[in-house]
């Protein structure tokens, strides 16, 4: 069973950034692909960026395109999400996954973090 442990998450004001980190209980290999999502209270929970770990193609939802990066360490086999220019509405358990490739869809991903919580307040 693979663990996934997010960090970084905490309380920022708007026009802030914060850095979330996520490191796996194992080594990944090249034919995975690590995604965060989020979900806020009442919603759903929604894509919000993916990286292909064999090449680093990455892939962003259009609400944080330019405004957050995600960057892989294939050294440490970590995962990072920079997120720049925060929003209120970027408020949200932010959650690290693995799957089998590059997915908008939560159901694709096979292993999750407990979630790291993001609140963007002044």
């Known amino acids: 069973q693979v663990q996934l442990v997010e960090s970084g998450g905490g309380l920022v004001q708007p026009g802030g950034s914060l850095r979330l980190s996520c490191a796996p209980s194992e080594r990944i290999f090249g034919r995975y692909a690590m995604g965060w999502f989020r979900q806020a209270p009442g919603k759903e929970r929604e894509f919000v960026a993916a990286i292909r770990w064999s090449d680093g193609t990455t892939d962003y939802a259009d609400s944080v395109k330019g405004r957050f990066t995600i960057s892989r360490d294939v050294a440490k086999s970590t995962v990072s999400l920079q997120m720049n220019s925060l929003k209120p509405e970027d408020t949200a358990l932010y959650y690290c996954?693995?799957?089998?490739?590059?997915?908008?869809?939560?159901?694709?991903?096979?292993?999750w973090g407990q979630g790291t919580q993001v609140t963007v307040s002044s």
């Open positions: 996954a693995r799957g089998p490739r590059v997915t908008y869809y939560p159901t694709d991903y096979t292993y």
